[in-house]
């Protein structure tokens, strides 16, 4: 603090906290804090206690000397000088009180030496001393701020009477007080003693260490409080989220069920309305019967008033013409419509509102975890690049605040890919959790545009998350083939169609053998089921085959123009389309082969050189495609799957190759040609995926099984 800050607030520095009013005798407890003796004596008093005082600012317990006398305890020499200055700050407007004669003058001086205020007649004496001829003396209304400076830099004198000019020196042990040269002789003669200046060097090693400890624990706090701040903003943030969330929720479920409200009112009104009309329509006709029977009766009343017996006997064969037939049988129509009144009734969706009842629209989750989102970190290829098609992958890592891998059953973990537009540009990401704060992360890239993969824990992002991907488009090679020509166990004559289960089992059409063969992905025989016939768990010239959710195999059973459903051990279950002749779509030639993906349902039409879509109902939607051999045209497509980026691969048979599309049917690539070699086809007629991208091709000349990465 300078010297004029000092001033400024010296009022302040020379008040006593619990008087209010400048220190006298100013006392110093361990704790640092300073008080008036007699505030101190005051507060011994009112305690009721005899060895042990409360320190006003902190309520510390404090030791009373051993003598009894809170004067024994230190004194805070640097109030002492503080109280000096403020008398030579105030000196023009307060009088100084003189350290020799007691009385008190507004025209004073102050002997560095002496440490002591002199008035005007004291002075002269203390001049004539010899001893005190090179003092410095100063008046002071002449003090400058160095010279305020030399009387806070003043030593400290032994407070013990008569000693009062005597510098402090040393230290007692026995005492734990400091002392000077006359103290060591007398007061402390025989105590252990040792020079003040080395108590102090080794009292200023241990304060600057504390000093250095305590500054590290605030710079702990200060991160604990900024900390503290930003889970308080994560709290604010995350609240506010949370209820967005629901009010967003709860809207939609407002909007949805006013919108189900509208559709059922409406639906209502349509009945009410038809009804009505049938029953007015009935009422009308009615009406008209009555109408006309009336004027028949009163037509035929008139006829036996009027008419004579011999005409009235004449006309049996006209009777019926005064009450008509229809009239009659229209009347019984209405009278028995009106039998089967119809009815109206609101059947509530109770389930729906004890559901509400009991659950609620949702629930609100609060729970405390260590997992810190900044923290957490990411390792592997997966979140720098990746390859169109094949599987990627990362590991995510949870960890603390300290960066220690860390659980929580309860965090949330979400893992999105993206492209710059935002949408998702990767399918099937799957996320294992490891139960020990890791877990692996899988996905297979769809787009070769920039994207990013984005990683939140609690809903915030991990360290260094959005990550920037370098997608790299897809190349294949060839890196296995197995089978053979033949109809012994694993050989093959004439491979159709192909599908792969979950396992990674490998389902085969064996066309010319007449069944279906299932083998590893590794090329292993596994099991086989079929043979030429016409019996339920008979097969005659198969062809296409696919694999539903549930691991069944489905067998297009050309021979028997039927669709053959059997379990994955190849025990029949159900068949469709016997005896229903050649099936009927929207302008289909020669449908070879349909799958089901996402919507839609895809089929090729090999007469037509097309591949045509339908939605899940079979209403159809568009289709693509001609024949010819340029990209995107087709000599005979066949068989048809959906790679891991959700791109359709089309067998383009006659062409030797295979094609691959978005669903739209815009053409992205194609591989193959015509040949025997590795990479090379003769009449490719069908594809499946392996859980790791790789893409297994039914060679049928060839007669092999071909797997590209």
């Given at each position: 603090m300078d010297i004029k800050t000092l001033l400024d607030n010296l009022h302040e520095e020379v008040s006593c906290s619990v008087c209010m009013t400048t220190f006298t005798e100013p006392k110093i407890l361990p704790c640092l804090h300073s008080f008036c003796l007699h505030c101190l004596n005051e507060i011994l008093r009112t305690s009721g206690g005899h060895d042990m005082i409360a320190c006003p600012e902190c309520r510390r317990e404090v030791q009373v000397p051993s003598s009894g006398n809170l004067k024994?305890?230190?004194?805070?020499?640097?109030?002492?000088?503080?109280?000096?200055?403020?008398?030579?700050?105030?000196?023009?407007?307060?009088?100084?009180?003189?350290?020799?004669?007691?009385?008190?003058?507004?025209?004073?001086?102050?002997?560095?030496?002496?440490?002591?205020?002199?008035?005007?007649?004291?002075?002269?004496?203390?001049?004539?001393?010899?001893?005190?001829?090179?003092?410095?003396?100063?008046?002071?209304?002449?003090?400058?701020?160095?010279?305020?400076?030399?009387v806070l830099k003043r030593p400290a004198f032994c407070q013990q009477k008569h000693h009062e000019k005597e510098d402090l020196k040393f230290f007692c042990k026995n005492c734990d007080v400091a002392i000077c040269n006359l103290c060591v002789a007398t007061i402390h003669d025989g105590h252990a003693k040792i020079v003040l200046e080395e108590v102090a060097s080794e009292r200023k090693i241990q304060v600057r260490s504390v000093i250095e400890t305590q500054k590290k624990n605030i710079e702990h706090k200060k991160n604990v409080i900024a900390d503290l701040e930003r889970q308080c903003n994560h709290i604010e943030a995350r609240g506010n989220a949370v209820k967005r969330d629901i009010h967003k929720f709860a809207e939609n479920m407002i909007e949805f069920i006013e919108k189900k409200k509208k559709e059922?009112?409406?639906?209502?009104?349509?009945?009410?309305?038809?009804?009505?009309?049938?029953?007015?329509?009935?009422?009308?006709?009615?009406?008209?019967?009555?109408?006309?029977?009336?004027?028949?009766?009163?037509?035929?009343?008139?006829?036996?008033?009027?008419?004579?017996?011999?005409?009235?006997?004449?006309?049996?064969?006209?009777?019926?013409?005064?009450?008509?037939?229809d009239v009659s049988d229209v009347g019984k129509q209405a009278a028995s419509d009106l039998e089967g009144l119809r009815q109206f009734r609101f059947k509530e969706n109770k389930t729906l509102l004890g559901s509400l009842h009991s659950d609620g629209i949702g629930?609100?989750?609060?729970?405390?975890?260590?997992?810190?989102?900044?923290?957490?970190?990411?390792?592997?290829?997966?979140?720098?690049?990746?390859?169109?098609?094949?599987?990627?992958?990362?590991?995510?890592?949870?960890?603390?605040?300290?960066?220690?891998?860390?659980?929580?059953?309860?965090?949330?973990?979400?893992?999105?890919?993206?492209?710059?537009?935002?949408?998702?540009?990767?399918?099937?990401?799957?996320?294992?959790?490891?139960?020990?704060?890791?877990?692996?992360?899988?996905?297979?890239?769809?787009?070769?545009?920039k994207c990013q993969v984005s990683v939140k824990v609690n809903e915030e992002h991990i360290r260094g998350s959005p990550f920037p991907i370098k997608p790299k488009p897809r190349q294949f090679r060839h890196v296995l083939s197995f089978g053979k020509q033949g109809s012994s166990v694993g050989m093959l004559c004439c491979p159709y169609g192909m599908a792969v289960n979950e396992r990674d089992e490998i389902a085969v059409t064996d066309n010319k053998n007449h069944r279906v063969q299932v083998f590893s992905s590794d090329g292993t025989y596994l099991r086989s089921f079929g043979g030429k016939g016409n019996l339920d768990h008979q097969l005659r010239d198969p062809l296409g085959l696919s694999v539903d959710?549930?691991?069944?195999?489905?067998?297009?059973?050309?021979?028997?123009?039927?669709?053959?459903?059997?379990?994955?051990?190849?025990?029949?279950?159900?068949?469709?389309?016997?005896?229903?002749?050649?099936?009927?779509?929207?302008?289909?030639?020669?449908?070879?082969?349909?799958?089901?993906?996402?919507?839609?349902?895809?089929?090729?039409?090999?007469?037509?050189?097309?591949?045509?879509?339908?939605?899940?109902?079979?209403?159809?939607?568009?289709?693509?495609?001609?024949?010819?051999?340029?990209?995107?045209?087709?000599?005979?497509?066949?068989?048809l799957s959906v790679n891991k980026a959700g791109h359709l691969m089309v067998c383009d048979k006659n062409n030797d190759r295979v094609q691959v599309f978005e669903l739209s049917g815009k053409f992205i690539t194609k591989f193959g040609k015509q040949g025997n070699g590795?990479?090379?086809?003769?009449?490719?007629?069908?594809?499946?995926?392996?859980?790791?991208?790789?893409?297994?091709?039914?060679?049928?000349?060839?007669?092999?099984?071909?797997i590209f990465e």
């Open positions: 024994d305890l230190p004194t805070n020499f640097r109030i002492n000088s503080l109280l000096d200055v403020l008398a030579i700050k105030e000196c023009h407007t307060a009088r100084v009180k003189c350290g020799n004669c007691d009385e008190s003058s507004r025209h004073s001086s102050y002997c560095f030496q002496c440490c002591a205020f002199w008035c005007d007649e004291c002075i002269i004496a203390h001049n004539l001393i010899k001893a005190n001829k090179e003092h410095r003396v100063l008046a002071l209304k002449d003090f400058e701020d160095q010279d305020i400076e030399d059922m009112l409406n639906k209502a009104d349509k009945q009410i309305k038809e009804s009505l009309g049938c029953v007015r329509t009935q009422q009308c006709e009615v009406k008209r019967q009555v109408k006309l029977l009336e004027t028949a009766v009163e037509k035929a009343e008139t006829f036996l008033k009027r008419y004579t017996n011999a005409e009235i006997a004449q006309i049996d064969k006209s009777l019926n013409m005064l009450l008509p037939d629930s609100f989750q609060s729970y405390v975890t260590n997992t810190c989102a900044h923290q957490s970190t990411a390792e592997g290829k997966g979140i720098n690049e990746a390859i169109v098609g094949l599987e990627s992958n990362f590991l995510l890592t949870t960890r603390n605040a300290e960066g220690e891998q860390c659980y929580n059953e309860r965090d949330s973990v979400t893992v999105e890919i993206k492209n710059q537009q935002g949408h998702d540009c990767a399918t099937e990401v799957r996320l294992k959790d490891e139960k020990d704060g890791s877990y692996k992360v899988r996905y297979f890239l769809k787009d070769t545009g959710r549930n691991g069944n195999i489905i067998v297009a059973d050309k021979g028997n123009k039927v669709i053959k459903t059997f379990s994955p051990s190849g025990q029949f279950l159900y068949k469709l389309g016997e005896d229903e002749g050649e099936g009927e779509g929207e302008g289909f030639t020669s449908p070879f082969h349909c799958i089901q993906y996402d919507k839609y349902l895809i089929v090729s039409d090999d007469g037509d050189h097309c591949i045509k879509v339908f939605d899940i109902n079979g209403n159809f939607l568009y289709k693509f495609g001609n024949k010819g051999n340029r990209d995107g045209e087709f000599n005979s497509p066949r068989f590795p990479g090379e086809f003769k009449d490719p007629t069908s594809t499946a995926v392996l859980s790791d991208g790789r893409i297994v091709v039914a060679d049928w000349l060839n007669h092999r099984i071909q």
